[in-house]
Nanobody, 122 residues
Framework: QVQLVESGGGSVQAGGSLRLSCAFS????????MGWFRQAPGKQREEVAV????????KYGDSVKGRFTISRESAKNTVYLQMNRLTVEDTAIYTC????????????????WGQGTQVTGS
């Protein structure tokens, strides 16, 4: 059974930083991608970032480029999302996902999802 558990959310003042974690189990970590999405109240789910495990590369959504960084720690089966220079517009529930088949920025292409963690910028 695949499980994804996010942590690290909270409230932060504008310009501050947070680091989210996504711990996962029951999945072949090394062969796939890990992504982060977010959804603000009344808005559609938005792609944030994806880490390609085999190529050690990453992609980012336009709204977070240059501010957010995705990384992974293989020994801990954990993926991180370092978020810097946060703003009110970054307020959302952030969720990690895996089991990608297709384009990384399409939520429907991910098979497994965590429960999400709230991030609030003020």
């Amino acid at each position: 059974q695949v499980q994804l558990v996010e942590s690290g959310g909270g409230s932060v003042q504008a310009g501050g930083s947070l680091r989210l974690s996504c711990a996962f189990s029951g999945y072949t970590y090394s062969a796939h991608c890990m992504g982060w999405f977010r959804q603000a109240p009344g808005k559609q789910r938005e792609e944030v970032a994806v880490a390609y495990i085999n190529t050690r590369s990453a992609k980012y959504g336009d709204s977070v480029k240059g501010r957010f960084t995705i990384s992974r720690e293989s020994a801990k089966n954990t993926v991180y999302l370092q978020m810097n220079r946060l703003t009110v517009e970054d307020t959302a529930i952030y969720t990690c996902a895996t089991g990608l088949r297709g384009a990384w920025d399409r939520a429907r292409n991910y098979q497994y999802w965590g429960q999400g963690t709230q991030v609030t910028g003020s």
